[in-house]
């Protein structure tokens, strides 16, 4: 619903956009349907036509994603294969749509029957655990799309890659699908690195997983869409809650550890938020009470939405680290409570604060109907990827077009918000903040 | 949805079910509608035959309410009459539908014009805090009920009662409307007894609001449904994410001050509640915590529903004070969390504890179509009862009646949840839980 | 959130209300919770207090129903016994919330771990459909409340009762579950009469389902809260698009063959409606349409909810039956239709009438919250009085109690609005019609 | 969430992409937020790299959009102006979210104070019909994005060009909102030619609105995923209700007269959908009826989903057309039911088919939070183009940039499914259906 212009960097021109592929695809797809993809179907990465125009003008090539989508040759011959399927880290409404996808898409469209899901994440793939695999068949997954988290559990963090390799032959699995966001994608190109070393036939396809919408060279993420309507039907909350009181303040703290994405299009869609709060523009304390305590004098109550990775500076993080590897955030949610209370206490002025977290309540939906048909295109085009013989890649969405991308681009960086570009902007002509940088 | 065996208490026989009447009734009514209720028209208190018979034995009258309704003699006469309509205390859905119910009865079924509404609770009474009153009109109230909160503002807390009154009588207000829950009633008795001191023909008659649904000798109270609603909603998500990870739990603390009805509801809506702790039954820790040890041993994740007020003799009340009166709860939910991973690290299991408090986002919601219909009538018969001259009273409902309640009854006590009857017994039943009572 | 005054019929006084048993209860109860039913308990039928002084005055006894409620001693030894359920009939929000309390509480509860799960109605008992029963499990059911519908299936219409009871013999089955309405009821009273007859020990229970809210000396049947809910969603569609137009008329067909209560109670919870139709209180086109005229002249827009069953007398009746034995009703919906578009054409007045009929889409949502909660204490009271050795009754509620009613008195006459009373008047309240009845 | 490769035409290469302008801009804009839009910024319409490659391979220019945005230099001078909006054909969710963001961006973004709200379509620019505008102020839209419809009213059909014009010329107004489809553009096409005739400097800028999502060169229309979502909902009652019959169907109609946009969508969503009928793919009715007899008897229950406009040529279109100058559809839900019953009963198979026919419950919605932000930035960039001096244009998205569309451009053709591409493809892996074309 908004552009993507922060995601067009002149400066990943050098990255490479290349897929791999474990060896020549010779098998005849068993699919029936007719709209197949070609090898050399490319999507544009650049539409801004100065841009190509100024590549052209250079003699640069233009950067493009492989497009995704059924093949006419197969690498894996699909009689006899056995799949695996993996999910990692937080939750985030759509988990299951993707598994459903890619059962369903291997057994009736391919024929594969044999789909292990393994359990709690990266763990599952360790015998030690003793976590046993669930079989995965068309009515084991079925309803499952109704409802949130992931039926095969999850775990933070990685395990040891050789013995996940030493799994996956051992149980003979040919194709490993992990669905995950920046810490399981590294760990999936670990494998896939190993898996190169030993010179497998094992493809590893990710379908990348953030609720925080940061995943570099994705347009969006699935459960993004859902998670920002239930940000909003909090933000609802607390503007009844401000509007309830004299001098009424609605402060809503809301995921996003690097990106604000969710706030701002939060922002957005509810535009009775009066101070959108982000981790990529840096804010001065004072100019933002003092702007509150404007705010509060004209209109008698504010709305205030904070992702929880904005204000870091303000908070002081300790530097430490969780098991995904996630630097450890400072309590932005409480500091601006205790701040905004304070200062008000200060100034004599009565205010009535009301702090919401909703924190889990909302990565745990079930994916609303955009993410659940957007999670069974995914789902699809990831087992079409690997059918091919792809590995490496995880499959993404841009411009529209499903897409491969390497996962050593798919980590390259993260995707956060241009302070600088329209999605900002509007976010600020929404909200009407004018809040001043910090010193 | 349950039965109101906690309702029913032989020992309130004394108290007096009788509403106070600023004097006889003496115009008639202008509604044009047929089915007026008689003075005379109660409904019993009791409905257990046994009781029933005990009392006919003992020669005792029947306890019994007066059913609410439109009668065919008003006091006050509606030409040129002014009504004025105060929301106090915590939000709730259902308010706005109140709201909107008493002025368009007023309006098209009575003929009153004027309504004031006062804002922010009691302040709006007081005119030092210079609230000005909104004058409400059906084009105002029409579309407000899609709204949570309450559009005419609220606070906590008393104000000066001669100086209330005083505004009703320099206003002209012939009918207080409060919209409160157990202290804004005391309030409105307060005003109803200076109102009789000074002999002055005002009537003063409440809508009893509580989220908790903790207001004796009302059945439901509005929003209730709507709340129990929502807290199924969250308690899923923790259901998801308990499920998701290697002995997951997911700990929820609703709303339920002195009554755990929303968390005895929600466990009953939702079944996959392992553990619901409300204030009505202690609970020993170690017995808890040894059964939710069993529990994720037996089935790999539990779910944990605690209402704020439940084991506050665990954490230590301090026994201060709210703005409303109330004592300031120990937080048992953060108590829960630090004793569960405690012993658990002692136990050298590890465990993966998702904590959801959801606090605004449940009272500020706007009323569901039962509680909306439910808050429609509640506000109609408001209107009856005060055109009648009844005042010093609630509306209540009870036994599927809507009913006249004094003030008096309805502060006496708390209604709570009966340890020993039958509802406390099916969340018994439907959670499976047995915990001992602390030594 | 309504009167029953619709419910209380002096004239019924004669009626039964003792319930059959299929012997002396000997087996003490497994159930490890405190709170017992004893066989003497009961629930008064009236809780008008002029009415039951009338009765105590003319040495009548004040009818009452038994209170539902888990029994000390069981008629059944829960070790090896057999149960089965069967739903029969139209979709009802909620039938899997029933059939899913009646496993778990058969099971975890009473230690019974045999529940055959017969098949699409009545015709899952007559082996010549070749339907197999399900095994019903608590992992089967655990997730089933989630979905519309019916996990077992349904029909319409009876099957020869002597080959039903047979099959119970063949098959084991001690205890019939019976989910349905008036048709299914009057088949569960025969199956129970013909075991009755044979003289065996197998009881036969039933909970009422229907979603028009019309089975006599029940409250509320479940799944009604949740139709409510989603009426008033298509009614607030139909005032959008009757905003959006001049002289827009929004024309809403809801459910209601014999009792517009749906009708009635959306017209409560979303008092947009203007003209409210049922078939309890019929009314002369001419006066409708001209009414209608008047508030198109007044608000250049109107929103009008029909009952299916209203207006018989306009559209002419066939007579004819459907499966289950109900008359086929003329289409008053099309009827309307067409006569308002007729009569403001020859007016000369250009309207713009958007009809919706909502049908299928309301009956077969998943239950809401309450009608969840409500499905799963049905379920577990029928559990109960089975296992207590009640048969050939329903399981009830009244005045907030669970309750069980004998089949011939739920079977006795439908509940319809009362035209003369309170839940009608409030109707009329919140809509302003005010239609001539016919000539 | 699925291809735009319906949306790229090689043929459309001779098309017009340059947007119309009233004249030079010479007044700095008031905004001040920092992120301006340059005249020269342009969206690539190709992201195909061979059809980039051969355009420029053949020295073509590539095909682009101007990109939408605030401009820092206005052909109007904010102070004094006045705008009007008006909104015309069929109701679509986010009608009210629209003119909320033109209402609130022209107030505080531009300090445009005087909007006309037209009302009833192009009938509010025509005074006959004596449709007095509103005056839409801040506080006169701040909540309407709560509700469905639109706030103005709409009608069908055009009006005379000139009256209209010669209103906007009275009253004043140098900016014209037009919210519509086809039709409504197709008019503020002919109100710009008007316009342009006289030299007036008056600009007409459109918001595309299409329930059908068939506006071409506009990826996606507001409402859209509202609408899909809601579809799905009733798909899911339908398969509820063909689940619990023997035999069961679930037929359910959904908008799409040219374009099966919400049908394939829908499909999409809800992989229970095993026959998707669109108006682009033609079926031999032989063919479906055979594999629907098939599915039966497979897995006893099947849903049917079919757009209005599919399969006319069975039904034998009329030729007739409405007041929208839209051809009138014969019904093919209706003929579908005929034809479903009649085959069976021919068979001598019982079946038990539900036709669901959700009609206008769709299209009155509330946006949901997707389109709800996306109707606010559709808003802003209007105001943005039209406050530069553009004109004879409608506000567009594409390869998700917000663009400027030349009103010719929009209307040149319908975006229509195509059969042969990925969107299809992936409906018929998500079905399984297989049909033969018409002989």
């Known amino acids: 619903m908004s552009e993507n212009d922060n995601l067009t960097f002149l400066d990943d021109l050098g990255l490479g956009f290349a897929v791999d592929r474990l060896g020549p695809a010779k098998y005849p797809t068993p699919m029936r349907v007719g709209c197949l993809t070609g090898d050399d179907e490319r999507i544009l990465y650049h539409t801004d036509v100065a841009i190509v125009r100024r590549l052209l003008d250079e003699g640069c090539e233009l950067p493009s994603f492989e497009r995704a989508g059924p093949r006419e040759q197969l690498f894996f011959n699909p009689i006899g294969l056995r799949a695996g399927i993996v999910t990692c880290g937080g939750l985030c409404p759509g988990i299951n749509d993707v598994i459903r996808a890619i059962v369903l898409c291997l057994h009736y469209h391919y024929g594969v029957e044999s789909v292990d899901g393994f359990r709690y994440g990266y763990e599952g793939l360790i015998p030690d655990y003793g976590h046993e695999p669930i079989s995965l068949t068309p009515a084991r997954v ?44 590294r760990g999936a190109g670990a494998i896939a690195a190993e898996i190169a070393r030993r010179g497998l036939p094992i493809a590893v396809v990710g379908v990348p997983k953030t609720i925080d919408n940061d995943i570099a060279f994705i347009e969006r993420s699935f459960g993004f869409i859902t998670a920002t309507a239930e940000a909003q039907r909090v933000i609802e909350g607390a503007h009844s809650e401000a509007l309830a009181a004299r001098n009424g303040i609605g402060l809503v703290k809301l995921m996003g550890r690097d990106s604000g994405f969710i706030a701002a299009y939060s922002a957005l869609a509810d535009s009775q938020v009066n101070f959108c709060l982000v981790p990529e523009v840096p804010f001065a304390l004072e100019s933002f009470l003092d702007a509150l305590r404007d705010r509060l004098a004209a209109r008698g109550h504010a709305v205030i939405v904070v992702a929880e990775g904005a204000g870091q500076e303000l908070v002081g993080r300790t530097g430490a680290r969780d098991a995904s590897g996630n630097v450890k955030l400072g309590d932005i949610g409480l500091f601006l409570r205790e701040a905004i209370n304070g200062y008000f206490k200060e100034l004599g002025t009565p205010i009535n604060l009301k702090y919401i977290d909703p924190s889990y309540t909302i990565r745990s939906l079930p994916a609303n109907t955009y993410d659940s048909a957007y999670g069974l295109l995914l789902g699809y085009n990831a087992v079409h990827a690997a059918m091919s013989g792809r590995t490496n890649m995880v499959v993404g969405y841009w411009n529209n077009e499903y897409t491969h991308v390497p996962i050593p681009l798919a980590v390259y960086r993260r995707k956060t918000i241009n302070p600088q570009a329209r999605l900002w902007n509007n976010v600020l002509l929404a909200t009407g903040q004018r809040l001043a940088s910090p010193a």
Chains 1, 2, 3, 4 share one sequence.
């Open 142 to 185: 079925e309803m499952i799309s109704d409802f949130g988290g992931t039926v095969l559990g999850t775990s933070r963090g990685n395990q040891d890659v050789g013995r996940m390799v030493d799994t996956l032959v051992t149980r003979g699995v040919s194709i490993l699908f992990t669905i995950g966001g920046d810490g399981t994608l």
